[in-house]
């Protein structure tokens, strides 16, 4: 893991070596070409993308909510409608 920064954002990506890693850990194999298209079939990127996304929301509203300092924050409020549809 990398050293601790002031982050500003986060970024995540799933990319074709990433792919093939995966795909070689389940016993096959995928070559780049082949992990282009899988990627890009159907709008699977944006399907990944908005998952990852609905993910790191999640995630970060789970841990404001255990965070104590942010206990007196109005969490219960109801919720803006999110980024991502």
């Not at 909510?65 to 980024?83: D, H, V």
Request: no cysteine; hydrophobic share 40%; net charge positive.
């Amino acid at each position: 893991m990398t050293d601790k920064k002031k982050r500003e954002k986060i970024v995540a990506e799933i990319t074709t070596f990433h792919l093939t890693q995966m795909v070689q850990g389940l016993g096959r194999s995928l070559s780049r070409e082949e992990a282009v298209a899988f990627l890009n079939e159907g709008g699977r990127a944006y399907d990944i993308w908005k998952h990852m996304m609905h993910a790191g929301e999640a995630y970060i509203e789970s841990a404001l909510q255990s965070q104590r300092q942010f206990a007196g924050a109005r969490l219960n409020t109801p919720k803006p409608e999110r980024m991502i549809a």
